[in-house]
């Protein structure tokens, strides 16, 4: 049989050596007479079939090291045997129940609470260990007897006669493990003590429990503390002590530490739980490092069923999306956590979606869905729901229903629901934000009553809101019944709820001014209502460029660079360069008429009232606006004079650069635009020159520079202002 020419077999033949040589293929012709006698090197055959250098490894040394491994697997595994037995021996004996699971996942992720590891039992003497009983003496009676039991008292009674010495840690462990977990925190330097003079050195289980009860009672330094003294012990890490250390991170907003911290479990071989990854997810959203928050959560989305997410995980992501106000994905993960996971949402997971959906207007008519759906399950509507449903309204421009809801609130007779600060922040927005039209609905909405505390879909007698600082009217019709009844509302706080006069209050009343067209009242509220800043001197003389007056080399090395931040809810107070919109009416109108006269007026507080709020960055971006719309250059100057002054305030230098340095940008904005509105065109033009590298400039920001530039037919300024905004074409 021959292939391709080719012998298919080949046959050895014996030559010195005894070495086998291929046969010669009887299909190869015409080589003559050696053709049948083919050659063959010698040398080049015994190299081929000689055997390779080395030692060949034997069978039986594998075999031993495969042992060896196997051994070494056993070994290890006896370890964790060992290991978990003697963790199982320090715990007391005591059934643990699904509750009480529940119970210690809350004491973890939730703020301080009575919450405990386990329920402290009404009996304790049964679980005490019987070797501590003797060293408990007067302490004794207390136990058997008082309710409120006091344990720095037994604490310091055990030291007395004699503290843990001679005994193990196990049994230390076991009563700790019995101190409440609010009286554990506070002595958790008193265990150390007591352990350390009797020599007993703590465990990991030790460090575990005080840890716990730290991180319970918001002492995020003192878990780091603990942890850091864990770890100078080289005693062995668990993934509770990582949780505990992760929720310490969580409180103090450390991102960086949080994510090192989980890149050392995953160095050790740890697994992270559910705990672990929810605590890492709230601290990416306290940081607003919401895309990483959303990389760790479809990580563990469909990781394992240990690690997918729960009703607080889910409850963390939804209030992530209120925070970037993206309701639909809000609305779609509630959707996937009820219907595919079939979680039930609770009140908190409830919230978080009615804020989502309230920081949007397209979302507003889904908040007060949510919300009757939340109390149609049978969940307590609290203030803060009502907060957000007010806060809808206050986006929204929705004035009845804020109107209503907040009459509810404030007659319901129930001191859970009595409006704080923040629902009449929230009802002044809606009074900023409302825009009074012809047809007018005269009748409220029925879910607002709905979702009255305590009221159902009963109305409300007409007695009930006679003693309220509201007009008589169901619905507001114009801007003048507006003024008047939020006019109402800030002296009823300033006289009946002090407590809750504040600068934002004071912030959002002259935003309504400002929209709802009473200047006069702003400017008087603005000079009068406030405390002057500290460093404030009257003065008439131009004011110069902010970037002159201030020191950009502070912004690194001010001792109050790292203070406070501003929140979400002041950021909403920045004044918008189009507040009143152009189809609406103009509201010049009602400046003229207005017969309002401050001077007079005698619910405005006199010059010795006290006290006064202080104003903030926000209270200048309003009277700035203000002043560019009646193009009062006078009272624009007064407030520039003392924003200036505010720069040199501690407060000033709290907030963080971006947000001090986008606020600057705009009140210099506001400053160039009222300058030019009032007839000084050159010097908004040379403050602007300037300025012109310290800032972004758009055409929209100098459009109204520009047109009084073409208006007083001032080529120069035209020239310079093209300059600035880099135009090459003759098109605005």
């Excluded at 509507?381 to 809801?405: H, M, P």
């Excluded at 020191?551 to 109050?560: A, I, K, V, W, Y």
Aim: glycine share 4%.
């Amino acid at each position: 049989m021959f292939r391709n020419g080719l012998s298919a077999g080949r046959r050895s033949v014996r030559v010195s050596g005894s070495l086998p040589f291929p046969a010669a293929s009887s299909a190869i012709v015409g080589l003559g007479p050696a053709a049948d006698k083919p050659f063959v090197c010698p040398s080049c055959q015994v190299r081929a079939y000689a055997k390779p250098r080395g030692k060949t490894k034997s069978p039986m040394i594998a075999e031993i090291k495969r042992l060896e491994q196997h051994v070494q697997l056993l070994e290890s595994r006896y370890k964790d045997v060992v290991r978990q037995e003697a963790v199982a021996a320090e715990t007391p004996t005591m059934e643990v129940t699904d509750e009480m699971q529940d119970q210690a996942y809350a004491a973890l992720m939730a703020g301080p609470s009575a919450a405990t590891l386990l329920p402290r039992p009404v009996d304790l003497l049964p679980l005490l260990p019987r070797q501590i009983i003797p060293r408990l003496g007067a302490s004794m009676a207390l136990i058997e007897h008082e309710r409120n039991l006091s344990w720095r008292v037994v604490l310091e009674q055990i030291r007395h006669n004699g503290g843990f010495r001679g005994l193990s840690i196990p049994v230390a462990n076991k009563l700790i493990f019995l101190i409440p977990i609010d009286q554990r925190a506070a002595l958790t330097d008193t265990v150390l003590d007591i352990l350390e003079e009797s020599e007993v050195t703590p465990n990991s289980f030790t460090y575990d429990l005080l840890m716990m009860a730290n991180a319970d009672a918001e002492k995020p330094y003192k878990v780091q503390q603990l942890y850091k003294q864990l770890k100078e012990k080289r005693l062995p890490l668990t993934v509770r002590i990582y949780g505990h250390l992760l929720k310490s991170y969580t409180q103090t907003s450390d991102v960086t530490s949080a994510s090192a911290a989980f890149q050392e479990m995953h160095a050790l071989g740890i697994t992270p739980n559910l705990i672990v990854y929810t605590s890492l997810i709230k601290t990416c959203v306290q940081q607003e490092e919401l895309d990483t928050a959303w990389q760790i959560f479809e990580l563990i989305k469909y990781r394992s069923a240990e690690t997918a997410p729960d009703v607080a995980t889910y409850g963390l992501m939804i209030h992530a999306c209120a925070l970037r106000g993206e309701a639909e994905r809000a609305v779609d993960l509630f959707r996937h956590m009820t219907e595919v996971r079939k979680l039930k949402a609770d009140y908190k997971t409830y919230n978080a979606l009615i804020h989502a959906c309230a920081v949007r207007k397209d979302y507003f008519l889904e908040a007060w869905k949510y919300a009757i759906e939340m109390r149609t399950n049978g969940m307590k509507v609290e203030l803060w729901t009502l907060n957000l449903l007010l806060q809808a309204c206050g986006k929204n421009g929705d004035l009845t229903r804020a109107r209503l809801l907040m009459r509810l609130m404030m007659s319901s007779g129930n001191s859970e629901f009595q409006p704080d600060e923040r629902s009449f922040q929230h009802l002044l927005r809606a009074y900023a934000t409302y825009k009074p039209a012809r047809g007018t609905r005269k009748t409220p909405p029925n879910d607002a009553f709905f979702l009255g505390p305590g009221f159902g879909n009963q109305s409300l007698a007409k007695e009930d809101f006679e003693s309220l600082p509201f007009l008589p009217a169901a619905v507001i019709s114009d801007r003048k019944e507006i003024l008047e009844e939020a006019k109402r509302i800030v002296t009823y706080m300033r006289t009946e709820r002090p407590e809750f006069y504040s600068t934002r209050i004071l912030n959002a009343y002259m935003d309504v001014c400002l929209t709802q067209a009473g200047s006069n009242e702003l400017v008087e509220v603005f000079k009068r209502y406030y405390k002057l800043v500290a460093k404030y001197i009257p003065d008439t003389t131009p004011v110069k460029p902010q970037s002159l007056e201030i020191d950009t080399t502070q912004l690194e090395h001010s001792e109050f660079a790292d203070r406070a931040i501003i929140s979400a809810d002041d950021e909403s107070e920045i004044p918008s360069s189009t507040t009143v919109p152009a189809d609406q009416e103009n509201p010049a109108q009602y400046i003229e008429e207005s017969s309002y006269d401050a001077d007079n007026d005698p619910e405005l507080p006199s010059s010795k009232f006290d006290p006064k709020p202080e104003k903030n960055i926000f209270t200048f971006e309003t009277a700035l606006e203000a002043a560019k719309k009646r193009k009062n250059i006078k009272f624009g100057r007064r407030v520039w004079a003392e924003r200036m002054a505010f720069t040199e305030t501690p407060e000033y230098w709290a907030m963080l650069p971006p947000i001090r340095r986008r606020l600057d940008n705009l009140a210099e904005k506001l400053m160039i635009q009222l300058l030019a509105k009032s007839g000084c065109l050159m010097e908004a033009i040379e403050r602007l020159k300037v300025l012109e590298h310290s800032y972004e400039w758009t055409r929209e920001d100098l459009k109204v520079v520009y047109d009084k530039a073409l208006e007083e037919e001032n080529l120069e300024a035209v020239n310079i202002l093209r300059n600035v905004l880099g135009m090459r074409d003759n098109v605005w």
